[in-house]
Nanobody, 122 residues
Framework: QVQLVESGGGLTQAGGSLRLSCVASGRTFGSYTMGWFRQAQGKEREFVSYINENGWNTYYADSVKGRFTVSRDNAKKSVYLQMNSLKPDDTAVYYC???????????????WGQGTQVTVSS
């Protein structure tokens, strides 16, 4: 079992930056691929990025590639999403999630945080 808590969301202007954090509880954090997803109002939840259990493999959605960077610190049981050059289209609730293998599908992630709101004004 893994419990996840996100933080770091907020309001920023277009072109700004935010850093999201996700802290996990449980003893097996280092065994999980950690994913970031987002859900804008009225839209389906979409994949943003994942990082594999040792941090060697990362993957990004085309919409965030070159602007967002995912990282993790297994000693701190934490995963991060550095978001730069933010756009109004990035406005959404952002979720971190844990899975036993690399995937871009939300259904493959059994553990989810409660989400943190990111709002980017134009």
């Amino acid at each position: 079992q893994v419990q996840l808590v996100e933080s770091g969301g907020g309001l920023t202007q277009a072109g700004g930056s935010l850093r999201l954090s996700c802290v996990a509880s449980g003893r097996t954090f280092g065994s999980y691929t950690m994913g970031w997803f987002r859900q804008a109002q009225g839209k389906e939840r979409e994949f943003v990025s994942y990082i594999n259990e040792n941090g060697w493999n990362t993957y990004y959605a085309d919409s965030v590639k070159g602007r967002f960077t995912v990282s993790r610190d297994n000693a701190k049981k934490s995963v991060y999403l550095q978001m730069n050059s933010l756009k109004p289209d990035d406005t959404a609730v952002y979720y971190c999630a844990a899975a036993l293998f690399n995937s871009r599908r939300p259904s493959d992630y059994p553990y989810w945080g409660q989400g943190t709101q990111v709002t980017v004004s134009s």
